[in-house]
T-cell receptor, first 115, second 114 residues
C-alpha cells in the first residue's frame, strides 16, 4: 500500500548544482502537485499537473521545472540550486476528476539543504 | 483569490484539555473544506473533511463544522492527548477552471503536555 513515494528523503546540494526530486503514486490519480514548506509560510504550490502531458505553474515556480510523461510519475527538477530553495518539499496527488472534495495524498517529503 | 486564515501557534495545552483551532476562509465558489495533520518528520494526512454548508466532519475525536454564514471551519476536540501533538492545516478545495485548486492555511502547531 505505497500511496505517494518521494525520493530521496534528505539531500544536501551546493549552490549551482542541479538535481531531480522523484515522486511516484500508485493510485492512478490524475492530479499531482509539488509544494514547498517553509517556517511561517505553510505550504506553497510550486507546480501541478492535471494529467499526463499537462503541467502548469503554481504560486512559486521560479527555479523549478516539472514534466509528466506518465500518470504515475511527477519529478521536480531544480535547475541551478540556490540557498533560498532550502526547504522541505512535498509531492501530493488526488483523484481530482471526481470533484473538489477529493483529499490530497501526501508523500513523506524531501528535506533539501542548499549550501 | 481564495485564502485560508489560521493562527500559527504554538498552542500549548495540558492533556485532557479542550482544543479549538480557528480557521476562516474566503472563496468565490462553494469549496470543500479539510483539516490535515502533520506529525513530526512526516507528510500531511487527511484528518477530516466537509463538502457543503452545515456538514460536520469528524475523525479520531476531532470535529469541525462547515459554517458558510461565518466562513469558518474550526477544529475541536473535547480531550486532547499527548499523541495529538502535531501541526494542523486547514485547507479548501474548489474546481476553478475545471481542475482542483487547493489552498492551505499556514498550519497551527499543537503541543500537548502531560
Amino acid at each position: 500500500n505505497a500511496g505517494v513515494t518521494q525520493t530521496p528523503k534528505f539531500q544536501v546540494l551546493k549552490t549551482g548544482q542541479s538535481m531531480t526530486l522523484q515522486c511516484a503514486q500508485d493510485m492512478n490519480h490524475e492530479y499531482m502537485s509539488w509544494y514547498r514548506q517553509d517556517p511561517g509560510m505553510g505550504l506553497r504550490l510550486i507546480h501541478y499537473s492535471v494529467g499526463a502531458g499537462i503541467t502548469d505553474q503554481g504560486e512559486v515556480p521560479n527555479g523549478y521545472n516539472v514534466s509528466r510523461s506518465t500518470t504515475e510519475d511527477f519529478p521536480l527538477r531544480l535547475l541551478s540550486a540556490a540557498p533560498s530553495q532550502t526547504s522541505v518539499y512535498f509531492c501530493a496527488s488526488s483523484a481530482s476528476g471526481q470533484g473538489p472534495n477529493q483529499p490530497q495524498h501526501f508523500g513523506d517529503g524531501t528535506r533539501l539543504s542548499i549550501l | 483569490g481564495n485564502s485560508v486564515t489560521q493562527m500559527e501557534g504554538p498552542v500549548t495545552l495540558s492533556e485532557e484539555a479542550f482544543l479549538t483551532i480557528n480557521c476562516t476562509y474566503t472563496a468565490t465558489g462553494y469549496p470543500s473544506l479539510f483539516w490535515y495533520v502533520q506529525y513530526p518528520g512526516e507528510g500531511l494526512q487527511l484528518l477530516l473533511k466537509a463538502t457543503k454548508a452545515d456538514d460536520k466532519g469528524s475523525n479520531k475525536g476531532f470535529e469541525a463544522t462547515y459554517r458558510k454564514e461565518t466562513t469558518s471551519f474550526h477544529l475541536e476536540k473535547g480531550s486532547v492527548q499527548v499523541s495529538d501533538s502535531a501541526v494542523y492545516f486547514c485547507a479548501l478545495s474548489d474546481h476553478s477552471g475545471g481542475y482542483q485548486k487547493v489552498t492551505f492555511g499556514i498550519g497551527t502547531k499543537l503541543q500537548v503536555i502531560p
